[in-house]
Nanobody
Framework: QVQLVESGGGSVQAGGSLRLSCAVS????????VGWFRRAPGKEREFVAA?????????DYADSVKGRFTISRDNAKNTVNLQMNSLKPEDTGAYYC??????????????????WGQGTQVIVSS
């Protein structure tokens, strides 16, 4: 089983930046993909970005965040980070770290993913 703990959410004005971090722990998560989903107010949880834990290779980004968000892995700290730049009000929502043995991509539905963090809130004001 994998444990995921998010940190780094907060409030920022449009155009600003935030960095989210997900601490990953568990028995054996080397074969997992780890990534981020988000849930905007009144909407379903949607894929944001993911990577292969063993290689750090990115599997996919949602079209809405390409060129603005960067997902990366820090081996020394066992974290997966999401650097969010040029934030927009529509990026507002609860951001969740996710992990699964399936290869998470933009087409992955949240119901397919087994492991979740508790979420961290991001608020972008205009």
């Amino acid at each position: 089983q994998v444990q995921l703990v998010e940190s780094g959410g907060g409030s920022v004005q449009a155009g600003g930046s935030l960095r989210l971090s997900c601490a990953v722990s568990g028995r054996t998560f080397s074969r997992y993909t780890v990534g981020w989903f988000r849930r905007a107010p009144g909407k379903e949880r949607e894929f944001v970005a993911a990577l292969h834990w063993w290689s750090g290779g990115v599997t996919d980004y949602a079209d809405s965040v390409k060129g603005r968000f960067t997902i990366s892995r820090d081996n020394a700290k066992n974290t997966v980070n999401l650097q969010m730049n040029s934030l927009k009000p529509e990026d507002t929502g609860a951001y969740y770290c996710a992990a699964d043995t399936l290869v998470m991509k933009a087409t992955t539905r949240s119901a397919e993913v087994a492991n979740w963090g508790q979420g961290t809130q991001v608020i972008v004001s205009s």
